[in-house]
């Protein structure tokens, strides 16, 4: 008879492929990394698929692996779902801080991230500084960087990419933002006076590109959105950066917190 993976390992698995690595999960749950990786190595030999693509950098999931994650992810929410009180229509309130740009492409997936019918309320808190989430001033983050902090925890979810955006009859005028972004210090140092106007506000050069105004620097998620925007240029390398979904260690082992990152996962794989 043929062996079946147990529900410890693929628990283990869920650790694994959720943190990207043997030591962050090790502290998650409790095992060495040295048990972790016997037990994902026995994982793929029982299910005769390569799970993860190992790297000093951590572990990558495989098409296989993040097939598996999914079910696994959908198995979880129907095991909660069961687990509520039947007469429990409440629903806890979510905030969620990123920039601009991320805060604009979430609210557009408002239903993916709250859940149809919806389980949970969604504070969106737009900020283009990072804020203070050890002390708890919001659950969920999305970061442009890996967070040092002990007391937090962070799942990497892709990366994000700039370039110029404009209407095919826009001028070659530049939009400024004065902002202490890297974006907005990237236009700042490059383009000189071929600037047509300045805004404080990230959207506002959105909003000016639309109106075949100017050319706008945005990223390519938002960019790729409008139809009547065309890409005026080439991909700024130096500001393509990895996106983080990070939330603090106590808030990560909550069911309504862990269903919204895993659905930011989904929305941000699209």
């Given at each position: 008879m043929n062996e079946k993976p147990n529900w410890d390992d693929l628990r283990l698995f869920l650790a694994v492929a959720r943190e990207g690595g043997l030591s962050p999960a090790a502290k998650l749950t409790e095992r060495s990394p040295?048990?972790?990786?016997?037990?994902?190595?026995?994982?793929?030999?029982?299910?005769?698929?390569?799970?993860?693509?190992?790297?000093?950098?951590?572990?990558?999931?495989?098409?296989?692996g993040k097939a598996l994650l999914a079910a696994l992810t959908g198995v979880e929410r129907e095991l909660e779902a069961l687990s509520r009180p039947a007469q429990d229509n409440t629903r806890s309130t979510i905030k969620v801080s990123a920039?601009?740009?991320?805060?604009?492409?979430?609210?557009?997936?408002?239903?993916?991230?709250?859940?149809?019918?919806?389980?949970?309320?969604?504070?969106?808190?737009?900020?283009?500084?990072?804020?203070?989430?050890?002390?708890?001033?919001?659950?969920?983050?999305?970061?442009?960087?890996?967070?040092?902090?002990?007391?937090?925890a962070a799942r990497q979810i892709g990366r994000a990419a700039f370039a110029p955006?404009?209407?095919?009859?826009?001028?070659?005028?530049?939009?400024?933002?004065?902002?202490?972004?890297?974006?907005?210090?990237?236009?700042?140092?490059?383009?000189?006076?071929?600037?047509?106007?300045?805004?404080?506000?990230?959207?506002?050069?959105?909003?000016?590109?639309?109106?075949?105004?100017?050319i706008a620097l945005?990223?390519?998620?938002?960019?790729?959105?409008?139809?009547?925007?065309?890409q005026r240029g080439d991909i700024i390398a130096v500001l393509t950066h990895d996106r983080w979904v990070v939330t603090h260690q106590d808030d990560r082992h909550r069911p309504d917190v862990r269903r919204v990152v895993d659905r930011l996962y989904d929305v941000f794989a699209d």
């Open positions: 040295a048990t972790l990786s016997r037990r994902m190595l026995a994982l793929e030999q029982v299910r005769r698929e390569t799970l993860f693509l190992r790297h000093d950098r951590g572990y990558e999931l495989t098409h296989d920039g601009s740009w991320t805060t604009l492409h979430l609210l557009g997936r408002m239903s993916d991230l709250a859940g149809s019918p919806p389980d949970v309320m969604l504070q969106f808190v737009a900020a283009e500084a990072v804020l203070d989430m050890p002390h708890r001033t919001v659950a969920i983050g999305v970061r442009n960087h890996r967070p040092t902090a002990s007391n937090l955006y404009a209407t095919p009859d826009a001028p070659d005028l530049w939009i400024k933002v004065i902002a202490e972004t890297p974006s907005a210090n990237w236009v700042a140092d490059h383009v000189g006076q071929d600037v047509v106007c300045e805004v404080t506000a990230p959207r506002n050069s959105l909003d000016l590109a639309l109106a075949g105004q100017g945005l990223p390519t998620f938002v960019g790729k959105a409008y139809p009547t925007l065309e």
